[in-house]
């Protein structure tokens, strides 16, 4: 089955610009989206089609995919970003999920 | 605005078979561009997705499980169910339901529904 690979853990200081990494063989061929998860709660899509926001989304989540690697920013992080996130993607009928980042802001 | 919620035990034995329903409120579960999901979370851990069901009767499985789930989609009710056979201990976990779009994934996901799997 297919996989994909993030780093464990982001740290980033508030204000500052958080980058977290999916790689995955020939993602950039594939739509990835990414989700937020708070502690507690159900995952929130926040990217979708690799660079898309859906409604509600605050402007300073990007997304990008090229190659094969998707990389999710968050620009001018806030503490209330603090919160794991998944990449995700569609191999065939597959769906396969990222191992989860940490992203920690302090 | 669509909403999901899942309901069943929370605990089952091992060897036994979990089941697990998903009713869906604010969206037509009859929709051709949607289908329906499990995902599952042990733990302090990732996300695991399950399979998902279409209302054309379409269904998608984790290779991984595919020899012990099943999935089915009742219209009337505004249900899919899943249920996992022989669940051992590792089959503990948070289990989602969720809405999905393609190109767009999933959109929508229930609270989850704790799971444990002990005698």
């Known amino acids: 089955s297919y996989e994909l690979t993030q780093p464990p853990s982001v740290s980033v200081s508030p204000g500052q610009t958080a980058s977290i990494t999916c790689s995955g063989d020939?993602?950039?061929?594939?739509?990835a989206c990414w989700y937020q998860q708070k502690s507690g709660q159900s995952p929130v899509l926040v990217i979708y089609q690799d660079t898309r926001r859906p409604s509600g989304i605050p402007e300073r989540f990007s997304g990008s995919n090229s190659g094969n690697t998707a990389t999710l920013t968050i620009s001018g992080t806030q503490a209330m970003d603090e919160a794991d996130y998944y990449c995700?993607?569609?191999?065939?009928?597959?769906?396969?999920f990222g191992g989860g980042t940490k992203l920690t802001v302090l | 605005q669509v909403q999901l919620q899942e309901s069943g035990p929370g605990l089952v034995k091992p060897s036994q078979t979990l089941s697990l329903t998903c009713t869906v409120s604010g969206d037509s579960i009859n929709s051709g561009s949607h289908y329906w999901s499990w995902i599952r979370q042990p733990a302090g851990r990732g996300l695991e997705w399950i399979g998902r069901v279409y209302v054309s009767g379409a269904i998608n499985y984790n290779p991984s499980l595919r020899s012990r789930v099943t999935l089915s989609l009742d219209t009337s009710k505004k249900q899919f169910s899943l249920k996992l056979s022989s669940v051992t201990a590792a089959d503990t976990a948070m289990y989602y339901c969720?809405?999905?779009?393609?190109?767009?994934?999933?959109?929508?996901w229930g609270h989850g529904t704790k799971v444990t799997v002990s005698s």
């Open positions: 995700q993607a569609w191999d065939s009928s597959f769906a396969a």
């Open positions: 969720a809405r999905g779009q393609t190109t767009v994934s999933f959109d929508s």
């Open positions: 020939k993602l950039g061929d594939k739509y």
